[in-house]
Structures are given as C-alpha cells and as structure tokens.
C-alpha cells in the first residue's frame, strides 16, 4: 500500500511538472505578441437626422476596442468586443473620435479620427480618381465635401454593388477585371436626410505598351494578348509555382485543350524585329505537369508566316520549373521576324494538360568557357600549314625563315570578347598575298578590306561539336583565303561566315583549327595571350556615368519617366559621382565610396538625404566578388553590402534599413562602345531602376 501511495504521489508530481512546463511555454509564446497593428477606423451615418453614427475600427492583432467619442470631457473609454456594434448619437458638430486597439497581452494601439455630424446635405463636392502608375486596372479615388461624414463609392463594375466606405480626404484603391467605360459614383452623406452624389464615367485603358524581349510578363502596362490556335489558349496568371528558379510574381499559361491539334500553340507579336547580330540563343523557363516532352519554340516574320524558324528542345522534368535553351544559330539572317510562337508537347493530340513559361530571353550562345580572349598564331616552325587531309601539312608550312620575314603576320591577333564580338587586330600592316593586291608581290603591307578589321563580327563557339563560326564580311583565323570550300581569288568574294574546326588543349591557352578548302586542309596553331584564363570585360573601375539620367527609375526595363537624374543633380550629388566599382581580375569586387556618398533616409534614421558619412554594409568595407555570365547578360555581386549604382534596390524590392542588406543581387547588363559603357537594370518589384556605367 505504501508502494501504491508513492506512485500516486509520483504521478501527481509529474503531471503539475508537465502542467508547469505548458504553462512556462504559453507564456513564452506570449512573450513574441506585439501590440495591434494597421488600426483604422470609419464611420456610417444614419441619414434621419438622428446623428447616429456607426463606428467601424479594423486592426491587426485586436482582441477588444476602447472607444472614447468626443463629445463629452471629461471622458471614459468605453470597451467593445469585436463582434460589437459599435454606435453614438450626436448633435452637429466636430469631434474627435478615439480608438484604442487591445491585443491579447493586454498591449494597446490607440489613433484619433476627426468625425463631422451635420445634419445639411454635404456641399461642394471634389473627387479625384488617380490612375495607378503601374496597372492601367487600378485607381484610387479620394473625395471632399462641405458637411460630409462619409464616403459611399460605386466603382460601377458589378451590379447590386456594395459601396465602400470612407472617409472625406481618405483614400479607396480598386482594380477592375477588364478595361472599359464605367460610371463611378460617390455619394457624400451627412447625418441629415439629404445626400449629395456625383458621378463621372471613367476610361480603364488597356494595357498598350508592346512586348519586347526579353518577355517576362511582370509589366501590368505591356499588352500580352496571345493569338492562339489550334485549340490551345495561353493567358498571363499570378505565378502558381514561385519555388526554385523561378519566384516572379507572374508568369504565361498554356492550356491544351483534350484533342487539341498536335500543332497547337499561342503566339505573341513584339513591338520590334528581333535583333539577331550578336545573340542566337533564346532561353525559356517552363513548368510542365510531365517530362520528356517536345518544347518548340519558333519565330515568324510580321507579315508572312512562312518566312519563319523554329527549333525544339525536351524538358526532363515534371512539376518544377525549368530552362530551356534553343540555337537558332542557323535562322537565316536575310529576313525579319517578330512573332514568337511556343508549343508544348507537340506531335501529340492535347489531354488538357496545364503548362507555364517565362523569361523568354535572347542571349547569346557564345559560352565562357575556353574562347573569350586574345588570341595570335603560335610564333613556331609548323603553326601553319597545308596538307592533302585534316591535320596534315606535308605540302607547305612556316618554316623559321618565315617567322621574321612574316613578322608582321605573327603580331596581328584575334580577340574574342566574353559578349560574342570578335575582331581582327592587324595593325599597320599584315602579310599580303598576291589575290589582295592585284597580282603583286607577298609581302608585309596594309591590310586590305574587308580583311583589315573594320567589320563588326561575331562568333559563335559549340563545344560539343568542336566548331567555331565567325559571323561577319572579312572575319578569320590564321589566312584570310582559306574558307569553307575554297579559296579565295579576290577580296571580294570573302564570305559572311566562316566555321572552322577547334580544339582546345593546355587548359584553353593553345587551340588547333582546322578548315575544309576542297581540295586541301588548312591547320593553324593558335596560342592565347595570358594562358587560358577567362577575361572579364567587367574587369577594371567604373563609376555612374556624370550626366542627366544616368540613373532613373519607372515601371518597366530602360523605361525612367518616374524619376531620373537631372543636370542639378551632377552638382548637388557630386559624392555620389565620385563612388566607384571596381572588377578586379581575381573575380574580387569593392565599393570605394571615400569619405562621403549620397545618403538616403533609409540609411540615417528617417533624417535629410545629402552627402555624408557611408553607412555600413553599404561602405565598402566588406569582401565581395562577383560572378559574370555573358550568355545570360548578368552579373551577380556576392557579400552583403555590394551593390552597383543605388544600395536599396535589390531583386525584388528596396531596402527600408541597412540591416535588410541581402548576401547578394544579381543585375542585368549589357556592354557597348567597346566594353567602356555598361547598361545595368534591376527589377525591385514594382518598378526598374537603371544605371549607365561607364570604365574608367
């Protein structure tokens, strides 16, 4: 028995431990409740000369409300629960309305709301509808009136509407399904019988800017109107799957329809002819509810859609997004196009099956790995020749007489750039043959067009295939004669392209090429200047370019009708023009922003912007490096603090204090004039923000 009572006694002890340690926890879970949040309050009138009114608070993380009504001093608060009416009749005049918000803590929020009882009918009636800068849907509307209590708003886009509720001065959003004419309508009402309305039809535009690349179906301004055929039909939807790489807020919808054409699909017309010189690789990610299916992607001329070009690529997997490539590397360059056209699973009949895509994007195919760099024919006996077949040269090759009496040969070069440029580097003078100059004598000379490097070109490198293309009258390797089939017998004839067989060895510093002329093969020994390191053409310092918009801000990419900077600000912001970036060639990277930049409320406290003191992380004090990737035109700063241009914006949004800083931003880029001038565009969500660099 007294075994028994110590187990009663023990039990009993356990369970008021276990009780405690609930009760410790609950507490604790107590202790990370905050005070209630976003406390507003309206009012409804009772229109009867009554001077009833109805008081209507909202809060976050309410539990009770204590009102106080204004009409009497001294003055109790009165408490309500949540579901309580809230109601309190007054004579004419102004008062101010009291609302504490309690939370569970017993933590309290409390506001004060002016209330205006009268019982004659509002006066003097002002509405103003504000068009949303952003989505031709969206407006906001605000009214005054002399007298007026509240704000009764019909938007006039669903019958037997319900107004909305506020106050004189306050402020009501609304976003229409479709663009249209509507009648919108405010009724001003006071506490007496007689209201006052005003009405006005309003225009909602469509959306009419045109769609350009890259399409990301982000912008509520571009006018994405698919045509669709074959029974399939694609709209744009909030992103239903933001995981993985792919987290954008919208995104393209295909739905192929059960027994829709194999061949069914949508397609979007773009604002412009797409540019096809430098880059022929589009990208586009997708999510497909099953793998191994065709994916094609296809482009069409304006006006004639058999004037077209299109290629296929296969998903490997199921319910998560994914990127695709597509080489149109053989699009014939003659012709225009402006359509693209997506299908999914094509060659089979539809089963109604759900497909996503986004970040549509033309980049270019020139990967990073090996080629970028400057190149020149190896100084040696061998490193050029000729022979009856590939990689023989037993019929004519440099001999070492040759490397000083063609020393002019040996110093030109041939730079490829991480971009897809490529350029012949010859100098004053180059080894002429007697096709360039009419029949005379070989020998060191000017170089002559359109082998002197005056074209523009690019390249196209395919690893996998072991092939180099170059794109552009007058670009080659090793000997400007030598071309796919032939040789050349005057300048004239040089060819738009060229692709020659490489291979790469000794980590990317030496590439053999390789050329078919018909009735022989032409080899030549290519060595890289600095080994087979990448270069960068990011690699050095740059700062905001000192002139009027070379940083704005608006609602879609390159567009800063928001704000930008203006010729003032080249004075008033002279620390911030200073600021520079630099690219180091380790892959480092460091904000020098000296002992004064231009700093923002966000980084000081709420205080005056100007020039002062940087605020750490945004102060260069931190390691950083940074990842280019030419294809997809991004540069990626990693180290919390690093950042180009403005340190708020981010992927995604801006900062609202330095401790939000991210571990890293990803911009998009595009190099000209020689890789001095960068073009940099970031999305922060609900607008673009650019920036033009430029090198020092």
């Excluded at 020689?674 to 033009?692: C, E, F, L, P, Q």
Aim: glycine share 10%; hydrophobic share 40%.
């Amino acid at each position: 028995m007294k075994r028994l009572k110590n187990i009663i006694a023990l039990m009993i002890i356990l369970v008021f431990a276990v009780a405690c340690e609930k009760e410790i926890d609950n507490l604790d879970k107590l202790n990370g409740v905050t005070a209630p949040t976003d406390v507003t309050t309206t009012f409804d009138v009772s229109q009867d000369n009554s001077g009833l009114v109805t008081i209507l608070p909202n809060a976050v993380g309410v539990t009770a409300y204590w009102i106080t009504f204004g009409d009497t001093v001294p003055e109790t608060a009165t408490k309500y629960g949540l579901n309580e009416a809230i109601t309190h009749k007054y004579s004419e005049g102004v008062f101010t309305v009291g609302v504490t918000a309690e939370g569970l803590t017993g933590l309290t929020t409390k506001i004060e709301q002016e209330l205006t009882v009268s019982f004659k009918a509002p006066e003097d009636i002002v509405v103003t509808v504000t068009p949303d800068p952003t989505n031709p849907l969206i407006i906001s509307v605000s009214a005054t009136a002399t007298y007026a209590t509240v704000m009764d708003i019909y938007f006039g886009d669903v019958e037997n509407e319900e107004p909305v509720l506020v106050l004189p001065d306050s402020v009501a959003m609304h976003t229409y399904e479709e663009a249209g004419d509507y009648v919108l309508t405010v009724e001003a009402k006071s506490a007496g019988a007689a209201s006052t309305v005003y009405s006005e039809t309003i225009t909602i535009s469509e959306a009419s800017d045109p769609v350009m690349l890259p399409i990301g179906f982000e912008s509520f301004t571009i006018n994405y109107t698919f045509e669709n055929f074959g029974d399939a039909t694609s709209t744009v939807i909030d992103n239903p799957d933001a995981s993985g790489i792919n987290t954008s807020a919208r995104v393209g919808q295909l739905v192929k329809a059960l027994n829709a054409d194999t061949w069914a699909g949508s397609l979007l017309t773009l604002g412009s002819p797409i540019d096809f010189s430098s880059k022929k690789l589009f990208k586009m990610k997708v999510w497909s509810p099953k793998s191994g299916i065709i994916v094609k992607l296809k482009v069409e001329n304006l006006d004639d859609d058999q004037i077209n070009h299109e290629v296929d690529a296969t998903n490997t997997v199921s319910d998560q997004w994914e990127e695709l490539s597509f080489d149109f590397s053989g699009i014939d360059m003659n012709n225009d196009y402006q359509k693209v056209v997506v299908f999914f699973d094509f060659g089979n009949p539809g089963d109604d099956a759900i497909y996503y895509f986004d970040d549509i994007k033309l980049t270019s195919s020139a990967p990073s790995t090996g080629i970028a760099g400057i190149w020149k024919v190896a100084p040696e006996i061998e490193s050029l020749g000729v022979g009856p077949n590939q990689g023989d040269i037993s019929w004519w090759s440099i001999g070492e007489a040759d490397l000083t009496a063609r020393a002019c040969f040996f110093d030109d070069t041939y730079v490829f750039g991480a971009d897809g440029s490529f350029s012949n580097v010859l100098g004053a003078e180059t080894w002429i043959e007697g096709w360039q100059n009419g029949g005379g004598d070989e020998g060191c000379g000017a170089p002559v067009a359109p082998h002197d490097g005056t074209v523009a070109a690019t390249y196209i490198y395919d690893a996998g295939a072991g092939t180099l293309a170059l794109n552009g009258t007058g670009a080659y390797l090793g000997i400007p004669k030598a071309f796919n089939g032939g040789e050349l017998a005057d300048p004239s004839e040089a060819p738009e392209s060229i692709t020659y067989i490489t291979e790469l060895s000794e980590d990317n510093s030496v590439m053999i090429v390789d050329i078919n002329v018909g009735t022989a093969w032409w080899r030549y020994k290519l060595i890289k200047e600095g080994g087979g390191t990448e270069p960068t053409p990011l690699e050095g310092t740059w700062q905001v370019a000192p002139e009027a918009e070379s940083l704005g801000v608006g609602p879609n990419p390159g567009d800063i009708s928001w704000w930008s900077i203006s010729e003032a600000d080249l004075t008033t912001r002279a620390c911030f023009f200073d600021d520079t970036y630099v690219f180091g060639a380790n892959g480092s990277f460091s904000n020098v922003v000296g002992t004064e930049t231009w700093i923002e409320g966000w980084q000081n406290g709420g205080g005056d912007e100007g020039c002062a003191a940087p605020v750490a992380p945004h102060d260069g004090s931190l390691a950083a490096t940074y990842t280019y990737d030419a294809g997809e035109g991004t540069v990626t700063l990693n180290g919390t603090g690093a950042y180009l241009g403005i340190p708020k914006a981010y992927n995604g949004g801006e900062l609202t204090a330095p401790s939000e800083a991210p571990e890293s931003i990803t911009y998009l880029i595009e190099l000209s004039e020689g890789n001095s001038v960068m073009i940099v565009d970031i999305n922060v969500g609900t607008a673009w923000w650019r920036y033009k660099l430029v090198k020092n």
